[in-house]
């Protein structure tokens, strides 16, 4: 099989990754996404992995000469959209840095030129949910654990560091709840099963060292069907000083228990054994090996492109609920 | 000083605690607050630790016969505003069960009491503040740990075992957010010091073991003045075989650092130190000593009737954006 990458921006270290368990895919090309974007890094990444791809001046270029199966599109963030579709257009299956979209515009593009493309599949890089406590847990909420999901808490918490110039402009970025709520809006809709029907949020720019329009704090509020209701709590503002990058939580209320995921460990409350336990963890699967799997053996990849455009949907949803200040309801 | 108690169903351990410390205030009555309330419970304690109050049949004769200079209020919810108002109309300090009303126009009632009152004071029983943990959170919040407060996630876990007949009607209940929820939404405001601008909330009485109204779980998003925004998780769903009755929690992510209260420790992580730190708790004070002190001494009071009044029109305007799925905007 053949390999594009698209962009030098998002997590192509997933790519990177999966490649190593995947023999048979060969990365042919490589290309910038958005205008002014630097790919040097992902080049010396590439043959620092032993790849030595074309170097293409441009994606449509990279698209119609390297003519690859696959694409794994990572530029700058409100590019998602267009480069994706213009890939399943081709046939060419997508694997897509998530937001998938950053206006509601561009989402109903991107899943008309999905629904049109026949045999094309996509996946976006929700990729902590192979991380193996959100894994474990998983597995242990659908096996029951908690009994009746009624309520979910997702906390997403990162240092902010130094950011480039494309995240410092709405346009651009897309705004913190798509890029870094995205995850744990995911989350709530994954572990839930439920579908999302109000959101209200908030959103803020202060305290952002300098980053122009990218907000520092957001918080949302879902409620969803069957009466159970999400908040996600979203910042740039974990210390320097704190042990890791990423502060990644999830706690889950259900009728018959309460399941929490902290410091990488999966915690759980129920009636079957007294007190807190914490579960073993299942190994890591790599998201991109996983999605090349679905392609070449069938099996069903743990994103499905439903999910990238209804958790895109959401997020986007909220961003209008932050900035217009009023409940916004889901069709 | 004369002391009277009116009703047995809310926290009236913080006034036998008190109590112990306060060898000028006696316990010179007891009353039902309630229709149907029985304080049998009260009676039983009352003699334990030692007083021997005269027992009123009502509350009315209670206040005028008995002649308090304090009487502590704490019965079926929905009474609290109308005999704390009763009390404050004679001149009487009252310290109450919070929430301090179930209905806007009962807590109107109950502020227009207090306002032409004079010298009477209030206090509610909002006596999680003096917990170590967050006490000392409390003081190092204004000693500046976290720096400028951006955003807050609080967090009430009870188990719900077998609730009296009173929990089970929004009638006499005043729903899940003022009743437990209250103090989380009180923590909110205390920590940060910002006022509320909006809320949307969301509750739902699924799985509530044949309780009736009562909502089992509850999810709040308030906007703050200064764009602070704070979100709250409230539920009767922590497992029987969990460790503790409640898991009180609030997480405070500041300019500058974060703090988080979870299992009786408090935990920061700010530019002084690298990692986490564990704060050294401060000694338990008694809410009820503190608010005698108030009257006697002159000190103030950690709970002011402002903050009682303002919060609990908090509770009731979520339970509104709640009820009604639409934000409610403060005035």
Redesign the interface.
């Known amino acids: 099989m053949r390999l594009g990458i698209i962009g030098s921006t998002g997590h192509i270290n997933y790519v990177m990754n999966g490649l190593r368990e995947l023999p048979h895919v060969h990365l042919v090309g490589v290309s910038a996404g958005s205008l002014g974007e630097s790919i040097d890094n992902l080049i010396r990444i590439v043959h620092q992995e032993g790849h030595s791809p074309t170097l293409y001046s441009n994606f449509i270029e990279l698209l119609d000469q390297a003519k690859p199966d696959i694409v794994a599109v990572a530029c700058y963030f409100h590019d998602h959209a267009k480069i994706a579709a213009e890939a399943l257009r081709r046939g060419i299956h997508v694997f897509v840095e998530k937001p998938v979209a950053t206006s509601l515009e561009d989402l109903d593009m991107l899943k008309e030129a999905y629904q049109s493309s026949g045999q094309a599949q996509l996946a976006a890089m929700f990729g902590i949910r192979y991380d193996p406590a959100f894994y474990t847990a998983w597995h242990a909420v659908k096996n029951g654990a908690v009994g009746?999901i009624?309520?979910l808490?997702a906390?997403k918490?990162y240092r902010l560091g130094k950011r480039g110039e494309h995240f410092t402009s709405r346009q651009t970025y897309g705004g913190t709840i798509p890029w870094v709520g995205s995850h744990a809006i995911d989350w709530v809709h994954w572990y839930s099963g439920e579908r999302f029907e109000?959101v209200?949020?908030?959103h803020?720019t202060?305290?952002n060292g300098g980053h122009g329009e990218l907000e520092?704090?957001?918080?949302?509020?879902f409620?969803m069907s069957?009466?159970?209701?999400?908040?996600v709590?979203i910042?740039y503002?974990?210390?320097?000083?704190?042990?890791t990058h990423g502060d990644d939580r999830i706690?889950i209320?259900?009728?018959?228990?309460?399941l929490e995921i902290r410091d990488q460990q999966v915690l759980l409350?129920?009636?079957?054994?007294?007190?807190?336990q914490m579960l073993p963890l299942l190994p890591k699967i790599e998201i991109f090996a996983d999605f090349v799997r679905q392609i070449t053996e069938g099996s069903v990849c743990l994103v499905s492109p439903e999910d990238a455009f209804y958790v895109t949907e959401a997020c986007l949803r909220a961003v209008i609920a932050a900035d217009e200040?009023?409940?916004i309801r889901f069709e």
């Open positions: 009746r009624r309520l808490h906390q918490s109000t209200y949020a908030s803020s202060q305290d520092t704090t957001a918080m949302c509020l409620t069957n009466e159970v209701s999400a908040t709590s910042d503002l974990r210390p320097t000083a704190a042990p706690r209320t259900g009728a018959e228990g309460i409350i129920n009636g079957n054994e007294s007190g807190v200040k009023r409940v």
